[in-house]
Each structure stands twice: as structure tokens, then as C-alpha cells.
């Protein structure tokens, strides 16, 4: 879907480039060779006159005057035509991100705004069906390398989300709870449901068991 504080190109071809999402450079050096591809010294000469139309634009110079950064560039991504996923794994999709609310959609499942809290979730959401919650909070801090950022939106995750969910699969409102996190080279999955938490044998982990590759 749309969103206000996007800006969208539409082409009657498709560009010849191969662009980069920006959470993947966020706070990172970027390439001055970005986008690439075949077209891309074109795209590159767009972008340089975004650029200088931006340097003396007014509302650059009222944020200026207000102690605002000013906005100097754009960032060109997402290039190319969509197409619908071949399954729905999901009959709801909640969260901020214009991309996975554009994939929600576009697989024809409900895409919709999260909440704030797990237990607005549980006033609000049907008890059938399969829900995805797109938990991005320690992105932005994981791009810039804020450790302390990261530690005290992982507290706040543990407090609004995973306790809660926890809670509400041993109470039995939830019938299986599986957690899909993705970073830069790797990811994983864990899976897990009422009757697993009966095995009160088993010993708890540390998070950073789980990150370790080997």
C-alpha cells in the first residue's frame, strides 16, 4: 500500500537496475556506485539532479531555520513489477512496515496496523487463523550499532510481546507460537506449543546459543 512519506515513480518499463533496500546500508558507507546495472548512470544523473533541486529547495529552507535537518537526498529501491506470492501462509498481517503490508496484500491476506501491546492484540484479533507480527523494533538500532538501543527495545519486546505471548499460549488462547528472526547473513525459526512447555526437563538456553552459527 501507499504510504505518505514515500515517494513512488511510475514507469511504463520497468528500470534496467539492480537497486538496494535501505534498511541493508542504513548507517552504513555507502557504495557511490548504487544503484547498478545497466541503466544505472542514468538513474545515477536523476538522482544527482534530486539532489541539487533539494540543496535550495524553500521547505529545506524553513527546516533550517526551525534547527531541522535538512532532507538533501532520496534513495532509489524496490525497482520492478509485483507479482502475487504463489501461497497465503497468513490470513492477517500486522505491522509498520510498507513492505510486508504490501506483501500481505498481495498474497490476499489482511494487512494491518500493530499494536502497541500484546494484550491490544488479543482484544482485538479473531481466534481463527494463522497471524504474522512483524516485530522490526531492533532494526534501526542493530543498523547503527546502538547497543544500548538495542538492549533497552529488547526489554521492551520481552515486556509487551514475548512474556505476554508466552503467557497466553500456556493459557491456552494461543494454539502455537513460532518466531522467524531474520538478520544480515542468517537467520532462524523455533516453533513451539502448549504441550512443549510441559517438558519442564528441558533446560533454558541463553539467547546467544541460539545466534551462534556452530
Known amino acids: 500500500p501507499m504510504q505518505p512519506h ?6 511504463n518499463e520497468p528500470p534496467i537496475i539492480e537497486s538496494t533496500p535501505l534498511a541493508e546500508v542504513r548507517g552504513k558507507d555507502i557504495d557511490p556506485h548504487l544503484p547498478r546495472g545497466p541503466e544505472a548512470m542514468r538513474w545515477r544523473g536523476f538522482l544527482n539532479e534530486a539532489q541539487m533541486l533539494l540543496h535550495q529547495h524553500s521547505v529545506n529552507e524553513a527546516r533550517e531555520e526551525r534547527g531541522a535537518l535538512p532532507i538533501n537526498s532520496v534513495w532509489l529501491w524496490g525497482e520492478g513489477s509485483s507479482a502475487p506470492p504463489p501461497t497465503r501462509p497468513f490470513q492477517r498481517v500486522r505491522g509498520r512496515s510498507a513492505l ?8 490476499g491476506a489482511s494487512a494491518q496496523a500493530r499494536p502497541e501491546h500484546a494484550s491490544e492484540w488479543f482484544k482485538n484479533t479473531s481466534a481463527e487463523g494463522v497471524e504474522l507480527i512483524v516485530l522490526d523494533d531492533l532494526l534501526a538500532p542493530a543498523c547503527y550499532g546502538d547497543l544500548h538501543a538495542w538492549q533497552s527495545r529488547l ?3 520481552e515486556r509487551h510481546w514475548f512474556a505476554p505471548a508466552l503467557a497466553a499460549l500456556r493459557d491456552g488462547r494461543i494454539g502455537m507460537l513460532s518466531i522467524h528472526s531474520m538478520g544480515a547473513g542468517a537467520s532462524f525459526s523455533v516453533e513451539t506449543t502448549r504441550q512443549d512447555l510441559r517438558y519442564f526437563w528441558r533446560r533454558p538456553k541463553a539467547l546467544n546459543t541460539y545466534a551462534d552459527p556452530a
Open 155 to 157: 526489554q521492551q519486546l
Open 100 to 107: 510486508a503490508a504490501g506483501l500481505a496484500l498481495a498474497s
Open 6 to 11: 514515500r515517494w513512488y515513480v511510475r514507469l
